[in-house]
């Protein structure tokens, strides 16, 4: 015959425990809230980001004769772009720090800002890397990249939907 066995206190002169695992998890419960509770007497410590390369969004046209990049670049310098243009691909990087600067001693608070892209767009067809311009207006940069076999522009029809 099998007995059931019933939790029995366990004697210690620290603290009580019991035998069986839902008194062991209360215990636990409540060490890890007063744990939780001590760390909140902390000061927060504010731990800087790491740096995140966006992948901005871009539109590439194929004109024809040359391909057209449209790249939203807001906050970023002309002299803080990079393009490097290969037979068949452009690489498009950029990064920009800024600090504010504050005279005030004692400040609890003092912000950066790091913005960072980079891009690689690959074509289907040849370029020449050398004729390639690029014009930055407004947080845009319009590059204009010239095909080595031009091709023509395919005609359009309208379809109608059923």
Avoid at 24 to 37: G, I, Y
């Amino acid at each position: 015959m099998v007995t059931k066995r019933t939790p029995e206190k366990i004697s210690n002169n620290a603290s009580p425990w019991y035998a069986n695992w839902g008194d062991l998890e209360k215990v636990f419960d409540d060490f890890r809230s007063d744990l939780e509770r001590s760390f909140t007497s902390f000061p927060s410590i504010h731990v800087p980001q790491i740096v995140q390369t966006t992948q901005n969004s871009c539109d590439v046209i194929d004109e024809g004769n040359h391909y057209k990049v449209i790249m939203n670049m807001p906050g970023v310098e002309k002299k803080d772009i990079k393009l490097n243009v290969t037979d068949n691909s452009i690489e498009v990087s950029a990064e920009h720090k800024e600090e504010s600067k504050e005279k005030k001693k004692n400040y609890l608070r003092k912000e950066r800002n790091h913005v960072s892209y980079y891009r690689t767009l690959p074509f289907s067809e040849k370029i020449v890397s050398g004729k390639t311009n690029a014009k930055l207006t407004n947080g845009i940069l319009e590059i204009h990249i010239p095909k080595l076999k031009p091709s023509k522009k395919q005609n359009k029809r309208s379809i109608s939907i059923r």
